[in-house]
């Protein structure tokens, strides 16, 4: 590399990961830090989206083809299952994708979602096994909340995913994805659903629900994010009892 080539790059500060200097016509040939970032991200992504299991892999073609709801199927770019581990302790149910979500096609992997993972981080659970899914399965376009239709339309795949994950234990983020598993009438003060253990019947067994504030209303209202600590440390307690049993 001769001076020029040096001074151009301290100039530029970059870390590039290959130079290549031909000596005929001194082009520089960089490779784009930033592409190989976003290189790296989309392998992540991949990875995290990889189904296992040969019943999940069933239900996850079959959403993939859904034509079910007209507004939701012509406007997603991917339809958005779930993510985590696949024998999970813990299943987070949240309402439906955004615009992130629906880019990647991973519930949670927006601003929200990065909320969820530091609560997640914070509380060691994820030295557990979780996984996080929605009551829909389609981005409802501009993040209006889901229409009835739309929710019973979903229902069957929720229902079925549920069964097969089998989780011990379930949170739900928000009125929504707690209104898919509890009958809870949309209008009550969602704060009277915290703090009990509500009950869903999953396999034939009553699995305990704990329902807490959905992230994108935490980041709204910053001064309540105790609360969900408080409704996550709750959680934590109750498998504690199942596990102990
Ligand atoms: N909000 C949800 O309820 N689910 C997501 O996946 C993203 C935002």
Redesign the pocket.
């Given at each position: 590399m001769n001076k020029i080539e040096k001074y151009f790059l301290q100039q530029n500060q970059l870390k590039f990961s290959s130079i290549v200097c031909s000596s005929h016509n001194k082009k520089i040939i960089l490779k784009n830090p930033k592409k190989l970032e976003s290189k790296k991200e989309n392998k992540d992504i991949n990875k995290m989206k990889e189904i296992h299991n040969e019943e999940l892999k069933k239900i996850y073609s079959e959403i993939e083809k859904c034509m079910k709801c007209e507004a939701l199927c012509n406007s997603r770019l991917n339809v958005?299952f779930g993510r985590g581990d696949e024998e999970p302790d813990i299943v987070f149910v949240?309402?439906?994708?955004?615009a992130?979500?629906d880019k990647q096609g991973?519930?949670?992997?927006?601003r929200?979602?990065k909320l969820l993972d530091k609560w997640i981080e914070q509380l060691g659970i994820n030295n557990k096994k979780y996984y996080?899914m929605?009551?829909l399965k389609c981005r409802p376009p501009e993040n209006r909340d889901p229409l009835p239709e739309e929710k019973s339309n979903c229902r069957d795949y929720f229902v079925t995913q549920l069964k097969i994950l089998n989780p011990k234990i379930i949170c739900a983020?928000?009125r929504?994805?707690f209104g898919n598993l509890i009958d809870f009438d949309l209008k009550t003060p969602f704060g009277k659903a915290r703090n009990k253990v509500h009950y869903y019947n999953n396999n034939g067994k009553d699995v305990p629900v704990i329902a807490t504030y959905?992230?994108?209303y935490i980041l709204r209202n910053q001064k309540e994010e105790q609360k969900v600590i408080d409704d996550l440390n709750f959680m934590l307690s109750e498998l504690e009892k199942i596990n102990n049993v």
């Open positions: 958005v949240g309402e439906a994708p955004g992130d979500e991973l519930p949670f992997v927006g929200g979602g996080i929605n009551a983020l928000g929504h994805g959905h992230p994108a």
